[in-house]
Nanobody
């Protein structure tokens, strides 16, 4: 069984910064993809950023403001969010594509963490 535990959400003023963390734990053979999605009220869940071997993908709306990084030894990804805007307000979900064995692979979600950007 694999679990994703997120931390780091909160309330911040426009122009401020937050850093989200997501730790994967459990039976992990390899982490294939790991990243963040977000869902604002009344909107569909959307990809924010994801990292796989040698490649990081960002949504156009966060490029240049958000930075995704990964600590393989800790099975952790970090999302550094700078120059936050009110439209970044959403529940942020950690997502990971993890192989628990060489032949078993599944998609996992965290419980979500609220990010609110408001003055």
């Amino acid at each position: 069984q694999v679990q994703l535990v997120e931390s780091g959400g909160g309330l911040v003023q426009p122009g401020g910064s937050l850093r989200l963390s997501c730790v994967a734990s459990g039976t992990i053979f390899s982490i294939n993809v790991m990243g963040w999605y977000r869902q604002a009220p009344g909107k569909q869940r959307e990809l924010v950023a994801a990292i796989t071997t040698g490649r990081i993908t960002y949504a156009d709306s966060v490029t240049g403001r958000f930075t995704l990084s990964r600590d393989n030894a800790k099975s952790t990804v970090y999302l550094q969010m700078d120059s936050l805007k009110p439209e970044d307000t959403a529940v942020y979900y950690c997502n990971a594509d993890i192989s628990s064995t060489r032949y078993a692979r599944a998609d996992y979600w965290g419980q979500g963490t609220q990010v609110t950007v408001s003055s």
